[in-house]
């Protein structure tokens, strides 16, 4: 209830042209008045008369422009507002709705940005062509993962260094079954380079499946011992 009055009085406010903090406390006041000492004259008025109000208010304060540039909104934005108006209607719990909006934007937020892996790209001084992975390996980036070489026009060894990325399913491990046949069948040798332990035994339990070039990892001696 108080959330509700909270969204509404402001919305009111801003449409009646109110602009400075004093109009937002001016409004509190008044409602707070209203809920302590009008209650009683409040529960005389028809709750069919509150109904027409209260469409009235969400006529009024419902953005009508957004049904003209709703078809520039992301894909995921449309979903989600639809889902936390139909919950409103269906279950009569904005409450619940708005949590479940919450939840599902939360979740979509992370599966997009799970989706953008990102491949640094360099010639060392040997022709080598380096990989640098950045993200997430699965089943949702693995589309993305495969479009980032350009084999055609990379020299005959390349390597994938996947310092930064997580070999994560059995997708992931097909994507790099496939791009090794890719280079294979260029006469190029593809490598990768700092697999973490799990991403080995994801890699050592496919191997009927997959074959991948898993080389050691380069180990540097700042001191070697004397």
Not at 138 to 156: Q, V
């Amino acid at each position: 209830m108080g959330g509700c009055a909270m969204v509404a009085q402001t919305l009111v406010n801003l449409n009646a042209g109110a602009r400075t903090r004093l109009s937002a406390f001016i409004g509190a006041i008044t409602i707070l008045v209203i809920i302590l000492v009008g209650a009683p004259f409040i529960e005389q008025i028809p709750m069919a008369a509150l109904v027409g109000v209260m469409m009235m208010v969400a006529i009024g304060t419902f953005q009508w422009v957004s049904f003209r540039i709703i078809n520039k909104f992301p894909k995921s934005d449309i979903f989600v507002g639809i889902l936390v108006a139909g919950i409103t209607v269906l279950l009569h719990n904005l409450a619940l709705a708005v949590l479940v909006g919450v939840v599902v934007s939360a979740l979509v937020f992370a599966w997009d940005n799970a989706k953008r892996i990102r491949a640094r790209k360099y010639l060392d001084q040997d022709g080598i062509k380096h990989y640098e992975i950045y993200g997430p390996l699965f089943f949702g980036s693995t589309a993305n993962f495969l479009d980032k070489f350009d084999i055609s026009e990379d020299p005959d060894r390349v390597i994938l260094d996947f310092k930064e990325s997580r070999v994560v399913d059995m997708s992931a491990v097909d994507a790099l079954n496939k791009i090794t046949e890719r280079y294979a069948a260029q006469q190029k040798k593809i490598e990768l380079w700092h697999l973490s332990e799990d991403c080995r035994s994801l890699l050592k339990n496919a191997e009927g499946i997959a074959i991948v070039n898993i080389m050691e990892d380069p180990t540097y001696q700042v001191m070697p011992g004397k």
